[in-house]
């Protein structure tokens, strides 16, 4: 069991989503890597001060909206795929071998 309570997005219209600290996760079920990189992502968790929600987006049954997410902050769409967004702004991304919970809890917010 995650120790992270992921949350689910149901679509981009809602202007409050991304208000605070959050990070999204873009995860593919059917990708052995997406799978991996997740599961340490989830291991290596340390709960942070600075993150408040956590998302969880599957880019299979959810395309639109990891696509919708990719063109917002003007991304290229990869899985696994991270961003740290800080009020609606991205101040990090990184993808396949370089998600790391570590790196994520070295970044000032």
Not at 50 to 60: N, P, Q, S
Not at 82 to 90: V, Y
Request: aromatic content about 12%; glycine content about 0%.
């Amino acid at each position: 069991m995650s120790k992270i309570n992921w949350l689910t997005i149901d679509n981009l219209n809602n202007t409050d989503l991304f208000n605070s600290n959050c990070v999204i996760f873009k995860h593919s079920k059917r990708c052995i890597v997406s799978r991996m990189v997740l599961y340490k992502f989830e291991y290596d968790y340390n709960k942070s001060n600075f993150v408040d929600k956590f998302f969880l987006v599957d880019v299979i049954k959810e395309k639109n909206l990891s696509n919708e997410i990719a063109s917002y902050f003007d991304l290229n769409h990869e899985s696994p795929q991270l961003l740290l967004i800080k009020s609606n702004t991205l101040i990090h991304s990184a993808s396949h071998s370089g998600i790391s919970f570590s790196d994520l809890d070295k970044i000032n917010c």
